[in-house]
C-alpha cells in the first residue's frame, strides 16, 4: 500500500451509479406536454447531469424564469411521484459498494440532482447504510452554485484530506468540479457524457482515443505491445510494474476483436482516466456487466500508490 493510501470515496450519482435516463426522460417528457410546449431538441442521455433549470433552458430555448420555473415545478411533481423508482443500478455497482464498505472505505455523493430525489433514491435502493454524506447543489442554504463548491463543502464539513479522497464521476464536468477543487478524479467508461472509444484498426486491437487497452483472459492480462501502433503511455508503463511487482501474468502481444469480445475482463489506462474498467464492448457485455477481480486490483493499487 502506498502512503497516500485513499480512504475516502466520493462518487456523483447519475450515470456512475445509476442509470436514472427512463425517469428523468419520461419527466422531463411530461413536463414539457404539461405546460404546452415543444423542445427544441431531443430528450437523449446526453442532456442528463447539469443542474435542472439550465437542462431546462437548453431543451426550451427559453430564458423566461417563469416559464422555466413552471417547466421544473411540472418535472419535479413527476419525477418525485413517480419517476425516480425506474431507477436502474450499474451492473456490478451494489457489489462493488459492498466490498468497498467492508473494506473500511467511507463512501459519500456529491450530484447536481436535487436532494429530495436524491435521499429518496438512496432509500429505494437500501443504500442509506453505504453512505456517510449525501450532497447536492440545495443541500446548503443559500444553494451551492457548482458542483466544485459541492466538493469542497462536502471536504471541508467532514474534515478529509484531499490527498486521501478521490471523486468518481461520468461526465466533464465532473472531472472539471474536481480539478477545481483540488481533488483526484476518476471517471468511469459508462454513464451519460455520450464518450465513445474507437479501439480497432484492421481487425486488431490497438489503442482507444487517448487510451491503452487490456484484456484478462484466464487470469492473464494481454496488452498490445509498445510499438509504433500505440502511445507508450506512463499510465500503461505504471500498470505493468504493478503486474510485475504482484506476480500476475502479463503478455504483451496483440489480440483481435473476437478475443475482446471473449475476454474475461476489459480495461483502459491512461493519464486522466488511470485504470477504467470496460463493462460493454459494442452490445457486448463484458464478465456479464460485472467489474472484473483483476481489474479492480488494479484500479485499487493504482490509486494507492499514485493518486
Keep these: 500500500m502506498g502512503k497516500n493510501l485513499i480512504n475516502n470515496i466520493i462518487f456523483d ?19 414539457f406536454s404539461s405546460c404546452s410546449l415543444d423542445p427544441i431538441r431531443p430528450f437523449s442521455t446526453d442532456i442528463i447531469g447539469p443542474p435542472l433549470m439550465e437542462t431546462l433552458s437548453t431543451l426550451s430555448g427559453i430564458s423566461d424564469k417563469d416559464v422555466l420555473e413552471k417547466l421544473a415545478e411540472e418535472f419535479k411533481s413527476h419525477y418525485d411521484a413517480l419517476g425516480y423508482e425506474k431507477t436502474i443500478v450499474f451492473p456490478g455497482i451494489n457489489e462493488m459498494l459492498s466490498r468497498f464498505k467492508d473494506s473500511g472505505l467511507h463512501m459519500y455523493i456529491a450530484t447536481n440532482k436535487r436532494i429530495l430525489p436524491t435521499k429518496k433514491i438512496i432509500n429505494y435502493l437500501k ?28 471536504v471541508d464539513s467532514n474534515k478529509l484530506l484531499k490527498d486521501k479522497v478521490v471523486y468518481i464521476g461520468d461526465r466533464e464536468e465532473d472531472s472539471l468540479a474536481a480539478i477545481a477543487s483540488n481533488i483526484p478524479f476518476l471517471m468511469v467508461s459508462w454513464g451519460f457524457d455520450g464518450r465513445k472509444e474507437n479501439l480497432i484498426d484492421k481487425d486488431k486491437i490497438t489503442e482507444a482515443t487517448a487510451s491503452n487497452v487490456w484484456i484478462v483472459k484466464n487470469s492473464k492480462l494481454i496488452t498490445h505491445p509498445a510499438n509504433t501502433d500505440i502511445l507508450k503511455g506512463i499510465t500503461r508503463e505504471s500498470v505493468k510494474k504493478i503486474i510485475k511487482t504482484n506476480k500476475l501474468q502479463l503478455n504483451e502481444k496483440s489480440f483481435t476483436i473476437k478475443q475482446l469480445y471473449n475476454a474475461d475482463e476489459v480495461f483502459i489506462t491512461s493519464a486522466s482516466s488511470f485504470v477504467t474498467p470496460i463493462i460493454k464492448v459494442d452490445s457486448k457485455l463484458v464478465n456479464k456487466g460485472k467489474i472484473g477481480r483483476i481489474t479492480l486490483q488494479l484500479a485499487t493499487l493504482y490509486a494507492d500508490l499514485f493518486i
Excluded: H
Excluded at 447519475?14 to 422531463?28: M, N, R
Excluded at 443504500?127 to 469542497?152: C, H, Q, T
Design 13 to 31: 450519482l447519475d450515470g456512475t451509479l445509476i442509470d436514472s435516463s427512463t425517469g428523468i426522460l419520461e419527466s422531463f417528457a411530461n413536463a
Design 127 to 154: 443504500w442509506n447504510e453505504i453512505f456517510e454524506g449525501i450532497y447536492s447543489l440545495d443541500s446548503y442554504r443559500p444553494s451551492a452554485s457548482s458542483k466544485s463548491e459541492v466538493l469542497s463543502k462536502l
